[in-house]
């Protein structure tokens, strides 16, 4: 048995930049910050980590309550943000996740959106029910400390000896997945610039060759 835990933005879908324009939304409708993400790099990084660090660098805190108040505006700006950027799946996903179905695999995401926002992403393009559970952006600002929050779900539905395997497109994807043990594929569809990527166990240019993809999984 495997388990493994997908990234989203770049490994599964491509948002269009969906993501930042709701959320540049969001700090202009509760604080009247206009350029509140300007400068600022999120390959790889989680909303809460996100969300602090834009609110700091304006002279603000973030408290919890507070974090969940700009998560509720996010949320509200998402869905709408997402069909006018045409968000979409990345090339050879569906056929993916279809092939897995074949597979003993407990299918998990490790991903730093949100819970509600990862839902929100991939709803509407009809992969959120394959997925069990995992790690979001809720658990925890550090990419690796999230990760493990999602392992530890995902091991209830495993067997104890079950692999692990982070598929992402960042080099934050790929030091996480090796903090946690995992088995770690990257993928070049999203984020990752030259070198990023070269640590990852095995690395794809994209999902669309489906043999490929299935050997860099499981082999």
């Not at 493994?4 to 910050?33: H, N, P, W």
């Not at 968000?87 to 050879?92: D, F, I, K, N, R």
């Not at 903090?179 to 594929?185: E, H, M, R, W, Y």
């Amino acid at each position: 048995m495997t388990i493994l835990m997908f990234d989203i933005d770049g490994t599964l879908s491509r948002s269009q930049g969906a993501g930042t324009l709701a959320m540049s939304r969001a700090f202009v409708e509760l604080y009247g910050i206009e350029d509140a993400l300007e400068g600022m790099s999120f390959a790889g990084r989680s909303d809460s980590w996100i969300v602090p660090t834009a609110l700091a660098n304006h002279g603000r805190s973030c408290t919890a309550a507070e974090l969940a108040r700009f998560q509720d505006a996010y949320i509200g700006h998402l869905s709408d943000a997402l069909v006018e950027r045409e968000a979409e799946l990345c090339p050879g996903v569906m056929a993916l996740l279809d092939a897995l179905l074949d597979h003993e695999v407990v299918m998990g995401l490790g991903t730093g959106n949100f819970r509600r926002a990862a839902e929100a992403k991939l709803a509407p393009l009809g992969i959120w029910d394959r997925f069990i559970d995992g790690g979001f952006g809720d658990d925890h600002a550090n990419r690796t400390s999230l990760l493990m929050a999602g392992l530890a779900r995902l091991r209830l539905h495993a067997s104890d000896d079950a692999e692990v395997v982070v598929i992402g497109d960042t080099r934050n994807d790929v030091e996480a997945g090796h903090d946690i043990g995992a088995k770690v594929v990257a993928v070049k569809t999203g984020y990752a610039k030259a070198g990023d990527l070269d640590e990852a166990d095995a690395i794809l240019d994209d999902f669309g060759d489906l043999p490929a993809s299935i050997s860099a999984l499981f082999d």
